[in-house]
C-alpha cells in the first residue's frame, strides 16, 4: 500500500499518523503473512532504530480498536495481525505453520444478527495441512 493510503486510512479512522504507526499498519498490508509482535519487530528494527515492542504493542492496540487491524488468536499462545480488506477466513497449516486467507462464501460472513444476537466481530478459522505440506498418497 502507497504511504499516501496508509495516511488517508490512519486519518479516516481518526488515528494521528506517527512515523512508527504507518511503518507498522504498511507492514503488515504489505506482507499477508498474519506478522506476530516479534516478526514485526524483527523487520522494522533495521528501518527504525527507535522502535520498541512497547510502541508495537501499542499501536498495534490502536489498530485494532479503530477496526483497521483483527487479531488472528488461532493458538492460544500466539496472537498474529491481518488488515482485513475484505472479510475473509484463516487457515493454519499444522505442517509449516503458515495462515493462508481463504476467500470462500461462509454464510455467517457479513452476517450482523444470527437468532437475536448482534454480531460486532467474527473469527473463523480453519485448521489441516496446507496443499504445499499435503502429499497424497
Known amino acids: 500500500m502507497k504511504k499516501e493510503k496508509v495516511l488517508n486510512l490512519l486519518k479516516r479512522k481518526n488515528v494521528k499518523p506517527s512515523v512508527q504507526r504507518m511503518e507498522i499498519l504498511n507492514y503488515i498490508v504489505e506482507n499477508k503473512n498474519h506478522p506476530s509482535v516479534d516478526e514485526i519487530y524483527s ?43 475484505k472479510p475473509h477466513i484463516h487457515f493454519k497449516c499444522k505442517s509449516c505453520n503458515k495462515i493462508y486467507d481463504v476467500f470462500k462464501k461462509c454464510p455467517l460472513i457479513n452476517c450482523k444478527k444470527i437468532e437475536g444476537h448482534k454480531i460486532e466481530e467474527y473469527h473463523i478459522y480453519l485448521i489441516g495441512t496446507c496443499k504445499n505440506c499435503y502429499k497424497d498418497d
Open 43 to 85: 523487520h522494522l528494527n533495521k528501518k527504525i532504530a527507535t522502535l520498541s515492542k512497547t510502541t508495537i504493542y501499542n499501536t498495534l492496540k490502536i489498530l485494532c480498536k479503530k477496526n483497521i487491524l483483527t487479531e488472528i488468536l488461532i493458538e492460544e499462545d500466539e496472537v498474529r495481525f491481518d488488515y482485513m480488506e
